[in-house]
Nanobody, 113 residues
Framework: QVQLVESGGGLEQAGGSLRLSCAAS????????MGWYRQAPGKQRELVAR?????RGYYADSVKGRFTISRDNRVVYLQMNSLNLEDTAVYYC?????????WGQGTQVTVSS
């Protein structure tokens, strides 16, 4: 079983920055991709950013140029700059291994005006 431990959420003003971190519990895990999803109230969960094992990154259009995803072994980071009100959501860490998805418990990000 893989556990994903997230940290770094919180309350930030519009225009500010936050950095999310997510660490996988197993160091010997074969990781195909890691990423971040988010779910705002009344909306479906959506992909924010992901990075594959080869280092290829993907970003949702809404965060391009503002968010940066990076990974160091079994830890994935999401640097979020120029936050706006629409970024308010619960952010979930995701890890894909051998076709299986693992999820973190979620961390709340709230952006205030």
């Amino acid at each position: 079983q893989v556990q994903l431990v997230e940290s770094g959420g919180g309350l930030e003003q519009a225009g500010g920055s936050l950095r999310l971190s997510c660490a996988a519990s197993r160091s010997t895990l074969n990781i195909n991709a890691m990423g971040w999803y988010r779910q705002a109230p009344g909306k479906q969960r959506e992909l924010v950013a992901r990075v594959t094992s080869s280092g290829r990154g993907y970003y949702a259009d809404s965060v391009k140029g503002r968010f940066t995803i990076s990974r160091d072994n079994r830890v994935v980071y999401l640097q979020m700059n120029s936050l706006n009100l629409e970024d308010t959501a619960v952010y979930y860490c995701n890890l894909q291994s051998y076709g299986v998805d693992y999820w973190g418990q979620g961390t709340q990000v709230t952006v205030s005006s």
